[in-house]
């Protein structure tokens, strides 16, 4: 910067350039002192120029080398950086990387094994599922078999006291210590006679149809004499001598025994209305209902007990 500076700003060149263009040039040059002047100058400034030179020059030369040292000095840096860290953990990954396949065959047998293992397993859990089905099989079988004999063994007690039953009945006949004599239309039934009315009649009325025939309407004291009844009513429903007229829900038959055996249908009697209580046994199945005792019903059974 400097040089340049002192060439622009030198004297010479200002009076150089005021100069008129007839007297530019070294040709025309109008003295031999002006001539001089000027050659001095040119040396001076190439002088100057060629020091500029040297010195840039040998600034970037030295520059250089300290840069080309500095890279060197880097580079070395960046190897032994490389050794030290980066090698060091490749090498790690290397040796990790080693211990890996090494485990790789025995994690594979490890593998294998658990595979065998889960597949014994398997048909290990399928046997036990067909024993454990086979097992259901047979404990429904067993379970069958049992209700199958319970079923036949009290069946079984049933005939023998109805055989029982039987015996005592004919040996109590054949000793002349029980009655089997029953009147016209009425049918025996152990130590009773029963009658089954015709035509359809109110409670009181069926109670007065049977008291003209001497008897009363019937009370039902056993699932035997139940089983009698229902047979013998032919499907028709038919009133009995039950009723719960003095004290609501408690039924009193009309030998004025209390209610010990009974053969209620599901959910009676329900004293429907407020205005049931007579009771008469159902048509389809002889059941029991609690019924208006100023309805009729088709049918009345009367009892008596059987003459000698
Ligand atoms: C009838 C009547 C009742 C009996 C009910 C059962 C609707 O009334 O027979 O006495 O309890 O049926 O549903
Ligand atoms: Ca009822």
Known sequence: ????????????????????????????????????????????????????????????????????????????SCVYHNDSGIVTIIRQLQMDQWDLKNDVPQLSKALNKLQEDQTTLKSKASQMNQQLDRLEEDRTAFKSQVLNEQNAATQAWGKLQEEIEKLWTEFQRANGSICTNCPENWQLFEKKCYFFGKEPKTWSQAKFACVSLQGRLVSIKSKEEQAFLTQKANKKGSWIGLRDLDIEGEFVWMDGSPLNYSNWSPGEPNNQGQGEDCVAMRANNGRWNDANCRGQQESWICEKLATC
């Open 1 to 76: 910067m400097e040089p340049e500076a002192k060439w622009n700003g030198s004297s010479e060149q200002v009076e150089f350039s005021r100069m008129s263009p007839r007297s530019q040039g070294f040709t025309k040059l109008p003295g031999q002192k002006t001539c001089g002047k000027s050659v001095l100058l040119f040396t001076f400034v190439l002088l100057i120029s060629v020091a500029l030179w040297a010195a840039l020059l040998f600034l970037f030369l030295t520059r250089s080398k300290e840069i080309a040292q500095d890279l060197e000095k880097l580079q070395e």
